[in-house]
Nanobody
Framework: QVQLVESGGGLVQAGGSLKLSCAAS????????MGWFRQAPGKEREVVSA????????SYADSVKGRFTMSTDYAKNTVFLQMNSLKPEDTAVYYC????????????????WGQGTQVTVSS
């Protein structure tokens, strides 16, 4: 059974940092692209970042470029999202996701989702 388990969310002041983790289990993900999505209240879910397991190719939404960094620990089947210089508009539920055909340009091609972790940025 495939599982993506996120952790690391919480409440932080604007300008602060959080690091999200996503532990993947249940199958080999070596040919999968990993991603982070977020959904703010009243808004559609949007893709934030994507990475391959080797960590050699990473993509970001324009809204987070220069502030967020996605990385992998292949040995632990875990991906991370380091979020710096957080803004109130970053407040959302953040989801880990993966898919064989998933890319930033094909956000609907997700095969598996995590349960989400809440990130709240106060002004």
């Amino acid at each position: 059974q495939v599982q993506l388990v996120e952790s690391g969310g919480g409440l932080v002041q604007a300008g602060g940092s959080l690091k999200l983790s996503c532990a993947a289990s249940g199958r080999s993900f070596s040919r999968y692209i990993m991603g982070w999505f977020r959904q703010a209240p009243g808004k559609e879910r949007e893709v934030v970042s994507a990475i391959n397991w080797s960590g050699g190719s990473t993509s970001y939404a324009d809204s987070v470029k220069g502030r967020f960094t996605m990385s992998t620990d292949y040995a632990k089947n875990t991906v991370f999202l380091q979020m710096n210089s957080l803004k109130p508009e970053d407040t959302a539920v953040y989801y880990c996701a993966t898919g064989k055909r998933f890319t930033m340009a094909t956000p609907n091609s997700v095969d598996y989702w995590g349960q989400g972790t809440q990130v709240t940025v106060s002004s």
